[in-house]
């Protein structure tokens, strides 16, 4: 009797997909991954937004997107989302997109989704801003012995004799505190201390 034997290897990939989205907004100086409110106060636009998606799988990803929750991205289709197509494994898909500015606190959500071999993945990234709307008023009233009048125009309360009195109010009408506040008077020298 001869001896006689045989082996056999048994291979598999695991395939692991996955993507990532990062959502970046321009503070002027920099992008920043303004993950969670307020984000950086923007004074005026437009708001440079950047997409960056990455294949963070070991498999290449097919029919990749790239989704923004408010603003149409492609602007050759008007639309939401972009078809990035395949995207290589470590491979990225990178663009910018201006938006029109916004008063107050804005969120919104970048959402990258792909496949690979029957496995869909996806991935969110929220980008935060604040527009900031500094504002101020200021009020002067002259006290007509019964009231204080806005006294805008001429000729304002008719006053006999005695110390005029004036009421200053300064209010912030915007919507972030403001700094470094004065209040200067065109005829007096109302900082009696």
């Known amino acids: 009797g001869a001896d006689v034997d045989d082996t056999d290897d048994a291979n598999y990939f695991g395939a692991a997909p996955d993507i990532d989205v990062e959502k970046y907004v321009w503070d002027g100086d920099s992008w920043e991954d303004a993950d969670t409110a307020t984000g950086p106060f923007l004074l005026g636009g437009p708001v440079q937004f950047k997409f960056v998606v990455t294949n963070t799988g070991n498999v290449a990803l097919s029919n990749v997107t790239l989704t923004d929750s408010d603003f149409n991205i492609d602007t050759a289709n008007g639309d939401k989302t ?47 801003y604040f527009g900031a709307a500094p504002d101020i008023d200021v009020e002067k009233y002259v006290w007509d012995g019964d009231s204080w009048e806005d006294a805008d125009t001429a000729t304002g309360p008719f006053l006999l004799g005695g110390p005029v009195q004036f009421k200053f109010v300064v209010t912030n009408t915007g919507n972030v505190a403001l700094s470094n506040v004065t209040l200067t008077d065109s005829d007096f020298n109302i900082d009696t201390a």
Do not use: C, M, P, R
Not at 99 to 115: D, L, S, Y
């Open 82 to 128: 972009i078809d990035v197509g395949a995207l290589a494994v470590a491979g990225t898909y990178e663009t910018t997109f201006n938006a029109t500015w916004q008063a107050g606190q804005h969120t919104n959500t970048a959402t990258a989704a792909g496949a690979a071999y029957g496995a869909n993945v996806d991935d969110t990234d929220d980008a935060n």
